[in-house]
């Protein structure tokens, strides 16, 4: 072979030998080896973040700090805000704001989460993205930022209902932190920055962690009986009940927030009349998609029968038209629900909660119903 056709090597987490130690089967994905599955198998793992507390290596994540060159964090705010359509100078120093970097034509690049840490903000994007968005947010912002990727950093999400208890066994102060609150908070010696966020739908914590210092954590982490690590196959299954864009699947380059049915991120300030309207790159495709609507809407979708249908189905309004309506981008076995459940797009005129259209599966049609979705993206089946 050669060296041309060399497969590269997949990178690994601060955590593998934690994974390899409880026997986690490892699968590549973003160009990591990461746990899909551990021995008690992706239902357990599910249901158990669900009634306790599941814990997530998340450290393939990008972690990228923006940082003012002027020394005043107002002028980083105004400098992202031509990247996003959310408002970020008006976020307060230890809260964060999910968002979406969009294009020219209004598709998102990414959706991230934006953190004001007083004299800099810090991006959490996706491991595929990463690479891509850094070079992105460079060659917007570096005449008024300095954008510097944080790799020494690990990231651990705990969740579920029993996630504060476990972590406020160490940490105290967590207690009585807010949803999409940052702290600085030490644990086991260490400062970590903590947010009160997370994918999957339940309560929890995202830990951003020293990479030394992030074995130590998971190992006393999972000494609370209620703790279970997770991987990345139940972290599907539980952001898709939640109804949660995977991007990639969701969201992608040619989909606008206003078709993904996640416009509740742009604030009255950045809309037509307010005082920071618009500014960012794709505003008039956006702008105009909210007071026009847009071709197609991401919709919650629920199978009727057992079968499940997968990412990449066609869909239709009837058992027998050729005319394709809308696609599947995600889907499958919802273990909470026990049914199988879906989201997709399907054309804007067509999208009525309670509409009866369907999929087709090896040459078969299978009803759904069109569910809403709420402000969070949550689906309302």
């Not at 599910?46 to 002028?75: C, N, Y």
């Not at 992202?80 to 976020?91: A, H, M, N, Q, S």
């Not at 609507?293 to 249908?309: M, N, T, W």
């Amino acid at each position: 072979m050669s060296e041309a056709h060399q497969p590269i090597p997949l990178l690994r987490t601060p955590l593998h030998k934690f994974h390899v130690e409880r026997g986690a089967r490892l699968v590549p994905f973003a160009g990591y080896e990461m746990p899909v599955q551990y021995p008690t198998g992706i239902l357990t793992e599910h249901l158990h973040t669900r009634a306790a507390a599941g814990l997530f290596d998340v450290s393939h994540m990008g972690q990228i700090a923006v940082r003012p060159i002027s020394g005043q964090l107002e002028d980083a705010a105004r400098a992202l805000e031509r990247l996003v359509p959310i408002d970020v100078t008006g976020l307060p120093h230890g809260r964060q704001r999910y968002a979406l970097l969009t294009n020219e034509a209004g598709g998102v690049l990414d959706d991230i989460m934006v953190a004001n840490r007083g004299d800099h903000l810090v991006l959490v994007v996706n491991a595929a993205c990463k690479a891509v968005d850094l070079a992105h947010l460079r060659q917007h912002l570096e005449k008024a930022c300095k954008i510097d990727q944080l790799p020494d950093r690990a990231l651990i999400a705990l969740q579920g209902p029993l996630a504060q208890a476990a972590l406020a066994g160490l940490a105290p102060a967590v207690a009585a932190m807010h949803f999409m609150e940052v702290r600085t908070v030490p644990i086991l010696g260490a400062d970590c920055e903590i947010s009160r966020s997370g994918y999957t739908g339940e309560d929890g914590f995202e830990i951003s962690v020293a990479a030394d210092r992030a074995d130590p954590l998971a190992r006393a982490l999972c000494e609370d009986s209620s703790v279970m690590p997770i991987g990345l196959g139940a972290r599907d299954t539980l952001r898709l009940e939640a109804g949660l864009c995977l991007y990639g699947s969701d969201l992608d380059s040619t989909t606008t927030p206003v078709m993904a049915a996640l416009e509740w991120t742009i604030p009255k300030v950045r809309r037509a009349g307010g005082s920071r309207a618009g500014g960012f790159l794709g505003a008039e495709i956006v702008l105009r998609q909210l007071s026009e609507g847009a071709p197609r809407r991401r919709v919650g979708l629920k199978v009727e029968g057992r079968a499940p249908v997968r990412g990449g189905t066609n869909l239709y309004a009837d058992e027998i038209s050729a005319n394709t309506i809308g696609l599947v981008t995600s889907g499958g076995f919802a273990p909470t629900a026990q049914a199988p459940i879906a989201m997709g797009y399907v054309d804007n005129d067509l999208v009525t909660a309670g509409q009866r259209i369907f999929a087709e599966v090896r040459g078969k049609r299978i009803a759904l119903r069109i569910c809403d979705l709420n402000r969070g993206g949550q689906s309302q089946c």
